[in-house]
């Protein structure tokens, strides 16, 4: 884990014929086809819910800390300096005795745990230092998705762990839009009451979901089994589109 893990073995070079037919064998049917798995499916809603949350609190936190405690430039950039520090250590040091130790899917379990902490602590802070001392929980919470991106392709199928890796990133990709659009209006609605982190609180209720869709998963989980019949349903809807297309 201090690389890029290689969970299947290097395929041959692509032919020149190989290259010409990506086009034809890869469409948006199956595409979504690859994410018809019960493990699978599981990793997209736990993705989904947890990295609303995440950019719930990365798109709002500096405005929020800025007009609710004054930060100046200064103090943002020491604090932005503080996330991409810790961000750096938990997945270049952690993530690999994490997992060694745990197994990924308790080091998922212990990334949102402590994510949930942080947006808690964020939500309730009443001093500047509180803030600080949240962010240090982005040790834990940036194990995430490391896990799950190696656990997804460690379970594809070995011609298809790009294709599944990619609809995974789209789902991700969707909640850069969400999160920020949704949070930002909770804040608004909230600025200027008792409690005006009370947005973060709810961000807390998408990670405890988060852990709740991650339930479904188990370490060990595989292919194999009923999951089986989902991917050959996936390689037949592949072949339709490439017969579709061809034809």
Request: proline share 7%.
């Amino acid at each position: 884990y201090l690389r890029l893990p290689e969970p299947h073995p290097r395929p041959a070079p692509l032919t020149l014929t190989a290259v010409t037919s990506l086009p034809r064998a890869f469409t948006s049917h199956s595409s979504l086809a690859t994410m018809d798995t019960p493990f699978l499916r599981a990793i997209a809603k736990t993705t989904l819910c947890y990295y609303t949350a995440v950019w719930a609190l990365v798109s709002t936190l500096p405005l929020y800390v800025t007009v609710r405690f004054g930060f100046g430039i200064r103090d943002l950039g020491n604090l932005l300096s503080l996330f991409g520090l810790l961000t750096m250590l938990s997945e270049g040091l952690l993530v690999s005795p994490c997992v060694s130790v745990l197994g990924p899917v308790p080091t998922v379990k212990l990334g949102l745990l402590c994510f949930a902490s942080q947006c808690l602590c964020v939500g309730v802070a009443t001093r500047p230092w509180h803030v600080y001392a949240a962010c240090s929980f982005s040790l834990g919470s940036n194990l995430v998705y490391p896990c799950l991106t190696s656990m997804v392709a460690e379970r594809s199928p070995p011609l298809g762990a790009g294709e599944t890796l990619g609809a995974l990133n789209a789902v991700k990709s969707l909640t850069e839009g969400v999160g920020p659009i949704v949070f930002g209006g909770l804040m608004a609605a909230f600025e200027g009451t008792a409690w005006p982190g009370a947005p973060y609180a709810m961000a807390c209720a998408l990670v405890w979901r988060a852990g709740r869709e991650l339930a479904e998963v188990r370490d060990g989980d595989d292919v194999a089994g009923e999951d089986e019949k989902h991917i050959v349903r996936a390689e037949s809807a592949r072949k339709k589109g490439r017969r579709a297309m061809g034809g």
